[in-house]
């Protein structure tokens, strides 16, 4: 069945550097790959997205890589600030019901 | 100004009681969801309405019963609450055409006592 596997599940770093989270999907049928920061009580928030048919897409301090034949999309962020500190999730989109296969989030720790 | 909201953001309710959610999105969006976020924070698709048609329903119990008034319309009706459904519940739209970019209310927090 459809399923994002998300890693890590917890990740700190010291402010100023950078922080990679990974996902790998199961449907070979998806075609978009979202990202969202959640910080504590709030909403998901989209950071960034990529499609499928787009290896790597930035947006200053974030960018996020996808590998379809391996399944595989990451999110890069560069230059850490405490503010970053929040659950961030992945997700994969394959069908044109926008249904969003979530991972299980990650929740990162950027320390001052 | 908020793009999708739903009312109550808390609801504290005793077991077996019906509960509503409500949720309205400005942004001319035809498509509607209802994401089920529980205590591990995992986010999980529950419904979801295309111009108020039904297109996704999940494996939900069938106490969960999603209504669309029109297409800036989706509410959540909840009979006979149970323990287990404590959880925060978001809306989300998106367009109907490309992209489906999902934006989210900010959630309603319910916990069944």
């Known amino acids: 069945g459809e399923n994002v596997e998300q890693h890590p599940s917890t990740l700190s770093v010291q402010e100023g550097d950078s922080a990679v989270i990974k996902c790998t999907y199961s449907?070979?049928?998806?075609?978009?790959f979202p990202w969202y920061k959640q910080e504590l009580g709030k909403r998901p928030q989209l950071i960034i997205d990529i499609r499928s048919n787009v290896g790597e897409k930035k947006d200053q301090r974030i960018a996020v890589t996808l590998n379809k034949t391996a399944k595989h999309f990451s999110l890069h962020i560069t230059e850490t600030q405490p503010e970053d500190s929040a659950v961030y999730f992945c997700?994969?989109?394959?069908?044109?019901?926008?249904?969003?296969?979530f991972g299980q989030g990650t929740t990162l720790q950027v320390k001052p | 100004d908020t793009a999708v909201s739903q009312t109550p953001k808390y609801l504290v309710t005793q077991m077996g009681n019906d509960k509503s959610i409500k949720c309205e999105q400005n942004l001319g969006h035809d498509t509607m969801y209802w994401y089920k976020q529980d205590s591990k924070k995992f986010l999980k698709i529950m419904f979801s309405?295309?111009?108020?048609?039904?297109?996704i329903n999940e494996t939900v119990p069938n106490r969960f019963s999603p209504k669309s008034p029109d297409k800036a319309h989706l509410n959540l009706h909840i009979n006979s609450l149970e323990l287990g459904d404590s959880a925060v519940y978001f809306c989300a739209s998106s367009q109907n055409e490309g992209i489906k970019k999902a934006f989210f209310g900010q959630g309603t927090r319910l916990t069944v006592v």
């Open positions: 997700a994969a989109s394959g069908s044109n019901t926008g249904k969003l296969i």
């Open positions: 309405y295309n111009n108020k048609e039904l297109i």
């Open positions: 449907d070979s049928a998806s075609n978009y």
